[in-house]
């Protein structure tokens, strides 16, 4: 019995007018910004996915139901944070995670080490244990025609204690 635990995350929302754009916790320029009942930030909501699934924590929506007004308009990154909170009170500690944003536009490259480095404090965990990539989709689907933005994530969590 090893005490790796992978975990594999992946979300989408849909872009509309009127809504900051915010990807891995940081505020791109653009004009137009994802839908949801929180800031709607689908890297990391793809993040805490593949870390609540390693973790057999089930999934964001039931750790953080969108019915709940407590979390309307709330920072995914605080989400996030919870969601360490979380897997330290069950012994696991992150080793590594790897996401990636699917997306047509904008040009996300110039923040990719902000939003690295905004996941890794709320877990507390160092900025090197993370990786955020990014890329298109050739203009095909619902990421290409602009409706829409997805992410993957995979993690791998070691149990300590
Ligand atoms: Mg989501």
């Known amino acids: 019995m090893t005490n790796l635990r992978i975990g594999h995350g992946y979300d989408v929302h849909r872009l509309t007018e009127g809504r900051a754009l915010i990807l891995g916790g940081v505020e791109i320029p653009f004009e ?57 009170e069950k012994g696991y500690a992150v080793v590594n995670i790897d996401a990636t944003l699917l997306a047509q536009r904008p040009k996300v490259a110039p923040y990719k080490p902000q939003m690295a480095e905004n996941l890794a404090v709320a877990l507390g965990i160092g900025a090197e244990q993370v990786n955020v990539k990014a890329t298109t989709e050739e203009g095909l689907g619902f990421t290409g025609d602009g409706s829409g933005m997805a992410a993957h994530a995979v993690v791998l969590l070691e149990k300590i204690r």
């Open 32 to 88: 137009k910004g994802l839908l949801g009942h929180s800031d709607a930030d689908v890297l990391t909501h793809a993040v805490m996915d593949a870390l609540s699934g390693a973790a057999r924590l089930g999934d964001i929506g039931k750790l953080f139901p969108d019915t709940d007004p407590a979390y309307a308009g709330i920072s995914s990154l605080k989400l996030l944070a919870e969601v360490g909170r979380l897997l330290k």
